[in-house]
């Protein structure tokens, strides 16, 4: 049996998120996500874990205030949905969905939408795996991701993309540009420090965009607002490691390769 627990106010001090909780150099962005899960939490947002030292969790929230360009009212929007190594096919995944299933129907929503890759995006959920738990693809975006729904009703309305990710970022800028939040752990120092560093090795002029607000986030020209990539105004990817100097050229070069 899956032994699950919500993180709350009262416990989320004492508790572990999954992500970065033994990484001295995150220790920053950790209680940045924190802080970002204390003041969510006040919105109904939900972060349901696994009772043990693992990356085993799910994150939803009322999709009307979620940090995601998505209009769609009535629905739960799932973000981070994570079960890794050895937690693997035993059933956590299901068990942890379908908590959210239960949530959304007891609160009379329509049901779960999120986004993800059309192909698979690095961080991002498996979306063959949700496409096998009967979500189906309402929309998808030139940069690849698909917004994808399960409905409790036929009748519930297709949520959508706003159109800040359906038309390219005008002016375009030059360079790399950044656009990140607080919702991950891992950003606060990807960002700040090894990309800082790997842009200025390559002399690449580097813009960040820091989403501090929902109102931000839902005017980011990606769905992906905890990290996303651009060069020169064309989309690169969802992958942090890409900040990393030993894994910059191949990313970068794979993505405009596949471009």
Same mark, same amino acid.
């Not at 979306?127 to 096998?132: A, Y």
């Not at 200025?200 to 580097?206: H, K, S, T």
């Given at each position: ?169 005008v002016p375009v800028r030059s360079g790399l540009t950044v656009y990140y939040s607080n919702r991950c ?39 992906? %607002?905890?990290? &996303?990539?651009? =060069? *020169?105004? #064309? @989309?690169?990817? %969802?992958?942090? &490691?890409?900040? =990393? *100097?030993? #894994? @910059? ?11």
């Amino acid at each position: 049996m899956c032994n699950f627990i919500k993180l709350h106010p009262d416990n989320i001090d004492s508790e572990h998120i999954c992500c970065a909780f033994s990484d001295k150099k995150c220790a920053q962005g950790y209680q940045m996500k924190k802080d970002w899960l204390k003041a969510e939490f006040q919105k109904g947002y939900v972060f349901r874990r696994l009772d043990a030292r693992a990356k085993v969790f799910l994150e939803y929230g009322p999709a009307e205030s979620a940090w995601v360009p998505v209009d769609a009212p009535g629905y739960l929007l799932m973000n981070c949905f994570w079960v890794s190594g050895q937690y693997k096919g035993k059933g956590h995944a299901k068990a942890l969905l379908q908590s959210a299933l239960d949530d959304a129907a007891q609160h009379g929503k329509h049901g779960l939408v999120t986004v993800v890759g059309t192909p698979k995006y690095t961080f991002m959920s498996d979306t063959k795996w949700l496409l096998r738990q009967g979500f189906h693809e309402v929309e998808s975006t030139r940069d690849g991701f698909s917004l994808l729904v399960r409905k409790l009703h036929d009748d519930a309305p297709d949520p959508t993309f706003l159109p800040v990710v359906k038309q390219p970022p005008v002016p375009v800028r030059s360079g790399l540009t950044v656009y990140y939040s607080n919702r991950c752990p891992f950003t606060e120092y990807y960002v700040r420090e090894e990309l800082t560093k790997a842009a200025g090795n390559r002399e690449l002029a580097l813009d960040i965009v820091h989403l501090t607000t929902m109102e931000q986030a839902r005017s980011a020209p990606s769905p992906a %607002t905890i990290f &996303s990539l651009f =060069l *020169d105004g #064309r @989309f690169i990817t %969802t992958d942090v &490691s890409v900040c =990393l *100097d030993n #894994r @910059f050229d191949n990313i970068i070069n794979k993505a405009l390769k596949n471009s």
